[in-house]
């Protein structure tokens, strides 16, 4: 099927699809975490990269198949995520945020100077396994398990932290254990995106995983609405096909991204689909 979009479609361009769909699994993980449960993370970046870096060196060294790469990869990010969110998600706001930087640094680092990742130089040699049909089929079940959380009792729980999370916990939620959930599963997905991405470009780098990607991801985020499921796509899917379309006027990229961003904070401070859902959008009349 590939081959046959590869000679339909230029390459290039299903290259660009494949990594957008990418950034959309690892996008809807942060939403997830920021969105929907309100703990604003700027670590992002470090679980993509732990899943990339799990899965290649799986496929290298162990000859495992393709899926339990991609699993094992998800696995490991969440069950750090998990050991990290009991002492950081106590912390809220800012403090939160510096928190997840910090270990954001501390794991780049890690794969900077550990022989196994190839160090500074990078990991080469990582067998292409990535497609757009495997990409879009996890976007579209990420998607629906996005969906599924949020219309859930769990869902519910994680929305009235996020609004006051001292008057949930007065109504019985345990916050820091429903935290600490929304945290795993929002890293998982950054995981499974990190080892496709893995087995797309063949090759990491660990400065591809530093804050600036943690950024680029809450940007997606945000741009699009927070705790949004169509405006995280939308925010994607505009922030990743963008430097595309402004590739003539390159030298004022960031820029016109400035200028965009500040009109939205006038016009859209909620982001562009900020309040919309899957659920309202599309499912609503049925259960009339």
């Not at 929907?36 to 992002?44: A, E, K």
């Not at 990078?122 to 959380?149: D, Q």
Request: proline share 3%.
């Amino acid at each position: 099927m590939d081959n046959i979009l590869n000679s339909i479609i230029n390459p290039y361009y299903v290259q660009v699809l494949t990594l957008l769909g990418i950034y959309i699994i690892a996008a809807l993980g942060l939403n997830l975490i920021t969105g929907v449960t309100g703990q604003l993370s700027f670590g992002h970046a470090a679980f993509f990269s732990i899943g990339a870096y799990i899965s290649a060196i799986i496929s290298l060294n162990l000859a495992l198949p393709f899926i339990f790469s991609l699993i094992i990869g998800g696995m490991t990010a969440a069950l750090i995520a998990i050991l990290l969110g009991f002492p950081t998600l106590r912390l809220t706001g800012d403090y939160l945020g510096i928190a997840t930087l910090g270990f954001g640094e501390i794991v780049r680092v890690i794969f900077t100077n550990m022989k196994i990742t190839g160090g500074a130089t990078g990991l080469a040699g990582i067998p292409r396994e990535t497609s757009i049909l495997i990409v879009y089929f996890i976007v579209i079940v990420t998607v629906w398990g996005m969906h599924r959380i949020q219309d859930s009792r769990f869902g519910r729980a994680l929305v009235a932290i996020r609004e006051d999370e001292i008057a949930a916990e007065s109504m019985g939620i345990n916050s820091l254990w429903y935290k600490i959930q929304a945290f795993a599963v929002g890293s998982f997905c950054a995981g499974v995106a990190g080892a496709l991405y893995a087995h797309l470009l063949q090759y990491l780098n660990p400065s591809d995983f530093g804050f600036s990607r943690s950024f680029e991801f809450l940007t997606f985020v945000v741009l699009g609405g927070l705790g949004s499921i169509p405006g995280t796509i939308l925010g994607t899917t505009i922030l990743t096909l963008a430097p595309e379309f402004l590739r003539i006027v390159a030298d004022y990229r960031m820029l016109i991204y400035g200028a965009l961003m500040v009109l939205m904070m006038i016009f859209r401070p909620n982001g562009l689909l900020g309040g919309v859902s899957l659920r309202k959008t599309f499912f609503s009349g049925k259960k009339k």
